[in-house]
């Protein structure tokens, strides 16, 4: 094994949907870079856990692993729930080099992720400057995790869309960020004629299914990201990015 493995963390999830659509995913990376080994570790709910397969792993002989949360920004289970777990497999794996890749987003890739899934829902170019969208993001209370969602929101406004609001779909969300459905009520009392709500999550499951519920009086409903290529084609690009000369300071310690 001369290239790192690729190890996806995903969070997990009771719905069965949320596995099958992270499998379906990784399947994508392994199809795009057939010689890579690419492995899924789950935080909670769903086997194999991390640190099962970081055991698996060094007891077949893997030297060096890029761990890539399947995150899309970088709030509390980047910053402490996957550091701890690996700085932990680590002092017990001493022989396995352990390395945390960066948050997928932001990314122009997820931005492209973000059109597709409109355009499967019936949203055209031309419709932009008569519709008004809501980017609905499951909520986080950490600070850098809503200005990026922000960020991102204002980028959107400057594609075309005759509005752009995001929404948190978590009941722990700040202030200033509404529900799905208070943004689309919004909207509607801006007089703006058609709504369309996008899900900026990777994989459904019961925050996922509250911005559909939150949905309900838009005209469009986007699905989760999921196994877009787009999303392929970014976890590569985190992975070599945490293989540069240049990220090897990112090394976990013990």
């Given at each position: ?77 980047a910053k402490s729930d996957i550091p ?36 499967e829902a019936g949203i055209r170019p ?33 594609t075309g869309w005759c509005s752009v ?90």
């Amino acid at each position: 094994m001369n290239a790192p493995v690729l190890l996806v963390v995903a969070h997990g999830s009771r719905d069965p949907r949320h596995a099958a659509t992270v499998h379906a995913l990784t399947a994508r990376v392994r199809s795009l870079r057939p010689g890579l080994r690419v492995e899924t570790g789950f935080l909670d709910f769903n086997a194999p856990s991390v640190p099962r397969v970081l055991e698996r792993l060094a007891a077949q002989g893997a030297r060096e692993v890029i761990a890539l949360p399947l995150l899309l920004t970088r709030a509390f289970h980047a910053k402490s729930d996957i550091p701890a777990v690996l700085r932990e497999a680590r002092t017990r794996l001493p022989r396995l080099r352990v390395r945390q890749a960066g948050v997928l987003g932001p990314s122009p890739l997820l931005h492209e992720a973000l059109e597709r899934r409109l355009h499967e829902a019936g949203i055209r170019p031309g419709d932009r400057g008569s519709t008004g969208l809501v980017l609905a993001s499951a909520g986080s209370t950490d600070p850098e995790a809503i200005a990026v969602i922000a960020e991102i929101a204002r980028e959107l406004r400057h594609t075309g869309w005759c509005s752009v609001r995001p929404a948190f779909a978590s009941a722990t969300s700040p202030a200033g960020f509404p529900r799905t459905e208070d943004a689309v009520r919004a909207l509607r009392d801006e007089g703006v004629r058609r709504v369309a709500v996008a899900p900026y999550v990777i994989a459904p499951g019961r925050l996922p299914d509250r911005i559909a519920a939150g949905a309900a009086g838009a005209d469009v409903l986007a699905d989760v990201l999921g196994p877009a290529p787009e999303l392929a084609r970014l976890l590569l690009a985190r992975y070599d990015g945490a293989r540069a000369p240049a990220a090897r300071t990112a090394v976990l310690s013990a």
